[in-house]
């Protein structure tokens, strides 16, 4: 089974408040990606484990809301240390996983039909990167074999370095979703985000 591992740890520097929490539609950023990620769901891509902050009052609030919708949370106590502490926390908290699909939580206008379409394409050896435009986006799929690899990353480069070290094992994905290059950084991008295009038959 493909882990679906939903990055939600960072600082929004950028945006200037906590952007999990911005309303989008009636409803948090961090839920609105989450849903796109259930909407995906299938014998594929079943589970999804959502990496926040250190655990505080705020995370514990996060992680209820998120228990709400039947989708696990956890804690990552390096969080601040950047992106690659939390992807390599996620890896570590589900190490019987067929592979990774590593996800941003600030991502709503991400379609489920790419999500699949990339946990599909994922073999053991292989590190598979959805692009639209001749661009690299998310999530990025990381097949059994990088494991080891993954629970070494560190810092702000996230998975940066394993694709840089693995390039003869990158299989490029070229699909029909602006959704996969827009994350949310500044507050201005929440209106590019929503409405999502329409959903797909059957979701």
Do not use: N, Y
Not at 23 to 33: C, H, N, V
């Amino acid at each position: 089974m493909i882990q679906g591992l939903l990055l939600a740890a960072g600082r929004s520097r950028r945006f200037g408040a906590d952007k999990r929490r911005a309303m989008l539609d009636g409803e948090p950023l961090l839920l609105r990606s989450v849903r796109r990620w259930l909407q995906a769901r299938d014998d594929v891509l079943d589970s999804l484990l959502v990496v926040l902050r250190e655990p505080s009052e705020q995370e514990r609030e996060l992680a209820a809301a998120l228990q709400q919708l039947d989708v696990a949370s956890t804690f990552c106590a390096d969080a601040q240390w950047g992106m690659g502490h939390s992807l390599a926390w996620g890896v570590l908290q589900t190490p019987r996983a067929d592979g990774w699909l590593i996800g941003l939580a600030d991502m709503p206008a991400l379609q489920p039909s790419s999500i699949r379409a990339v946990a599909h394409a994922l073999r053991p050896d292989a590190i598979v990167v959805p692009t639209h435009g001749g661009l690299r986006g998310h999530p990025v799929g990381f097949g059994r074999d990088f494991g080891d690899q993954l629970l070494a990353v560190r810092g702000d480069g996230g998975a940066r370095s394993v694709l840089q070290a693995h390039r003869s094992a990158l299989h490029w994905l070229e699909l029909e979703d602006p959704g996969l290059l827009l994350d949310v950084d500044e507050p201005s991008q929440l209106d590019q985000a929503w409405p999502p295009r329409a959903q797909e038959p059957g979701h």
